[in-house]
């Protein structure tokens, strides 16, 4: 698994969020959705404190994360995030 936000991704996250350098953008499988990994199921985010188990990859000084127990929906995957039109839209 992999995490790749673009540059719009990227400065959307730290702007919409006021992400500072201590905040983490957690990812998470959700019922529904237009985009599934796996059937059945979306992406959601929101923002927590990084868990120690947590798969997480840190691009200009803010952390993402997918918690341990969430895993399953995104291995085998990358998951690629951009922001159109004040939309975060995910890819693989």
């Not at 992400?19 to 796996?38: C, H, I, N, S, W």
């Amino acid at each position: 698994m992999k995490i790749i936000l673009d540059e719009n991704a990227q400065n959307w996250f730290k702007e919409e969020l006021q992400l500072t350098e201590d905040m983490a953008v957690k990812f998470y499988p959700r019922y529904g959705g237009d985009f599934q990994l796996k059937q059945g199921f979306g992406i959601g985010f929101t923002v927590e404190p990084l868990p120690a188990d947590s798969y997480n990859e840190t691009i200009n000084g803010i952390t993402y994360f997918v918690d341990a127990k969430d895993i399953w929906y995104f291995e085998d995957n990358t998951l690629n995030v951009t922001v159109q039109n004040d939309e975060v839209i995910y890819t693989k």
